[in-house]
């Protein structure tokens, strides 16, 4: 008799095996671990929307309010844990830190809603995660990595890259932890004992609980919304090392609970400047729609490079996704992405980041530096409106600019 899946799991977004909670592999598919495309193999979260629910009332730490959607709770739980013991470790991890664990600041941004002449059916808001337990924006995703290990009650073995982004961030949790950290280069962590301890870090990709963690900021944007009545039709999400993936990943599934009656369109914005940023479309969504061509009855060619065709294209999938799971363009979208990840053409994280504008009909936005600075100079004028949204408030303005946002829309920027 086959077991029954937990309602969250993961999916390789290759091979398409289908892996539960209980398995400790990271963001990796272990079939993928013998094949030559290994690091190709990465798995997606997914949810059985039927097997959960959406908890109304709760905490403001996320970590309690939405454990049952946790992957690392499903797990712990599994294992024999008491949901008891879940709540009163991550309490003691809160005190801990020294620092509350709240929910990120979502404010109307009525600056940029006088400066884009909004129609006064729409709305312009700033959700700003850029700032978490007394820490910057990659301490959540710290704190996500570090839970199975401070749920087993025994001191963790730490360690991290020199130079990774996120150092400064990991040494600062681990000194007001008491926990020792150590401190290796690359090389060193990809040997043979890579999977001795935690490794406590971004560099070396993604990691299943750092990722779920960032996961809850999706939640936390979709409930504050729904609490002011408000379906948004736009959501700006800044490139950030697969936290905004994380983001568009939890809203995604906030539209698969029920929370919002319809998916909004997912733009990441890039810098033109920064490694990859002109060439994001190309890298990601441009070679999904080459490997599902046929399937879209002719070939899209070079077309699909000018920004109005992705938008129109971007409507057509997203008409033949309404359709249902067993209609030709999900399918083909499916094949398509799986395709390009075998053939090692996507970027990291860029499985997730094609997929959700795909299927929300979003496309990417590239800014130009002095867009960038000209967002930053105005958000300064704007106290309140704390973190660095600096790409997303130029994201927002370039699509203005281009016609392709209209004024009676409602659109979320996130700053990281």
């Given at each position: 008799m086959a077991r029954k899946m937990?309602?969250?799991?993961?999916?390789?977004?290759?091979?398409?095996?289908?892996?539960?909670?209980?398995?400790?592999?990271?963001?990796?598919?272990?079939?993928?671990?013998?094949?030559?495309?290994?690091?190709?193999?990465?798995?997606?979260?997914?949810?059985?929307?039927?097997?959960?629910?959406?908890?109304?009332?709760?905490?403001?730490?996320?970590?309690?309010?939405?454990?049952?959607?946790?992957?690392?709770?499903?797990?712990?739980?599994?294992?024999?844990?008491?949901?008891?013991?879940?709540?009163?470790?991550?309490?003691?991890?809160?005190?801990?830190?020294?620092?509350?664990?709240?929910?990120?600041?979502?404010?109307?941004?009525?600056?940029?809603?006088?400066?884009?002449?909004?129609?006064?059916?729409?709305?312009?808001?700033?959700?700003?995660?850029?700032e978490y337990a007394g820490g910057g924006r990659y301490r959540r995703g710290l704190l996500g990595a570090l839970l199975p290990a401070w749920l087993s009650e025994a001191e963790p073995n730490l360690r991290s890259v020199d130079g990774a982004t996120d150092l400064p961030e990991a040494r600062s949790l681990a000194q007001s932890l008491g926990f020792r950290l150590g401190v290796e280069s690359v090389a060193e962590l990809e040997g043979g004992d890579a999977r001795e301890g935690l490794i406590f870090t971004r560099a070396l990709g993604p990691r299943g609980e750092m990722h779920e963690a960032e996961i809850l900021i999706g939640y936390e944007i979709a409930d504050q919304l729904r609490r002011r009545h408000l379906e948004p039709d736009r959501i700006l999400l800044p490139r950030r090392e697969g936290i905004d993936v994380a983001v568009a990943m939890g809203l995604r599934e906030a539209f698969r609970l029920g929370i919002l009656s319809s998916l909004p369109r997912f733009h990441f914005v890039d810098e033109a400047a920064s490694p990859g940023g002109r060439d994001a479309y190309e890298r990601g969504i441009y070679p999904a729609l080459q490997g599902i061509q046929a399937s879209l009855n002719g070939a899209l060619g070079d077309v699909l490079r000018l920004p109005g065709v992705r938008e129109e294209v971007a409507d057509v999938l997203a008409a033949g996704l309404r359709n249902g799971?067993?209609?030709?363009?999900?399918?083909?979208?499916?094949?398509?992405?799986?395709?390009?990840?075998?053939?090692?053409?996507?970027?990291?994280?860029?499985?997730?980041?094609?997929?959700?504008?795909?299927?929300?009909?979003?496309?990417?936005?590239?800014?130009?530096?002095?867009?960038?600075?000209?967002?930053?100079?105005?958000?300064?004028?704007?106290?309140?409106?704390?973190?660095?949204?600096?790409?997303?408030?130029?994201?927002?303005?370039?699509?203005?600019?281009?016609?392709?946002?209209?004024?009676?829309?409602?659109?979320?920027l996130l700053a990281l």
């Open positions: 937990l309602p969250v799991f993961f999916v390789c977004s290759t091979c398409g095996a289908l892996i539960g909670p209980g398995s400790d592999v990271g963001f990796h598919c272990p079939r993928g671990r013998l094949a030559a495309t290994a690091k190709d193999h990465i798995l997606l979260r997914e949810i059985d929307a039927a097997g959960l629910f959406w908890p109304d009332l709760g905490p403001p730490n996320s970590f309690l309010r939405f454990r049952h959607l946790m992957a690392t709770y499903v797990r712990f739980r599994a294992e024999g844990g008491r949901d008891a013991t879940w709540t009163h470790r991550v309490r003691q991890l809160e005190e801990k830190v020294g620092a509350p664990f709240r929910p990120v600041s979502l404010s109307r941004a009525e600056t940029l809603e006088v400066l884009s002449r909004t129609d006064p059916a729409g709305s312009v808001w700033l959700a700003s995660a850029a799971p067993e209609a030709p363009i999900p399918s083909a979208i499916q094949r398509g992405l799986q395709a390009v990840a075998a053939d090692h053409t996507l970027p990291p994280h860029g499985f997730g980041l094609a997929r959700s504008m795909m299927e929300s009909a979003g496309y990417p936005v590239v800014v130009e530096p002095d867009e960038c600075e000209r967002a930053r100079q105005l958000l300064s004028a704007s106290p309140a409106q704390a973190g660095d949204g600096a790409l997303s408030v130029a994201g927002y303005f370039s699509l203005l600019e281009a016609g392709q946002i209209s004024s009676e829309e409602t659109v979320v």
